[in-house]
């Protein structure tokens, strides 16, 4: 198990578990009142937490560079994982906002195997502007929970605001895709794969830059068809 990180400020509560051999665990944390806690079971199994000071580690579950997380330090955090199964894949990046009504958090569990799970927030600004009294990076929650194999569940949010995204997946197979732009998206989706996988791709976006609009979205799909399932949902 490797462990990297940087700095941490105010108050923080770090707890890492890993039971097994080759787990590899990243965290590069700047700022504000932290809470981490990543427990793995199985082995080769990757987390990765950044927030800011982006560098070659901090990528996305692809193994690629995203440039998210390299706003302003984090105010509240909370981060958690879990995992229990092997070669899982699970990267947070937190980075949104200073100063500001502020709460981040992220919650992944995972149970199979090869799975891989994103959350990233970014934010490179405060307080309040002229779409919305509301302060610039307010909440952005996102809790994903998988327990089959082969799943990939992708959550990017940027801009400013509130979102929140709560995924769960349970069969195998199954990818799931949310981008969400903000000043309020929320989105619930549950996905199964009773024979057949199934692809979501929501994309809740303003009509500019930043989302005037609330946008909503609840997602529940099953999928017995061999073939897989299709769902794709863009708001403006």
Known sequence: MTIGWATTQAIALILI????LANEIYVNQIGNDF?????????????QYCAVNNDSNCTDVNGNAH?????VASDDTVVTSSTVGDDNTVVVAHATGQNNTNENITNIDITGDRNKAQSIFSNH????HQFSNMDWGG????NI?????????????DSYGEVEANISVTGDDNDV????????NVANIDVTNAGGPVSVNVQ??????????????????????????TVNMTQY
């Not at 809470?35 to 987390?47: A, H, M, R, S």
């Not at 600004?125 to 309040?128: D, I």
């Not at 909440?139 to 996102?142: D, T, V």
């Not at 895709?177 to 309020?184: A, N, P």
């Open 125 to 128: 600004s405060n307080g309040s």
């Open 145 to 157: 929970e998988i327990d089959g194999d082969d799943n990939t569940v992708q959550v990017r949010s």
């Open 177 to 184: 895709i949310v981008y969400q732009r903000s000043m309020r």
């Open 35 to 47: 809470t981490l806690e990543v427990v793995q079971d199985g082995q080769d199994n990757y987390f």
């Open 204 to 229: 809740q976006l303003g009509s500019s830059y930043q989302d005037t609009g609330l946008n909503s979205a609840s997602i529940t799909s099953y999928c017995s068809n061999s073939n897989g399932c």
């Open 67 to 71: 440039n998210r997380a390299d706003g």
């Open 139 to 142: 909440l952005k929650e996102s």
């Open 17 to 20: 578990s890993s039971n097994c």
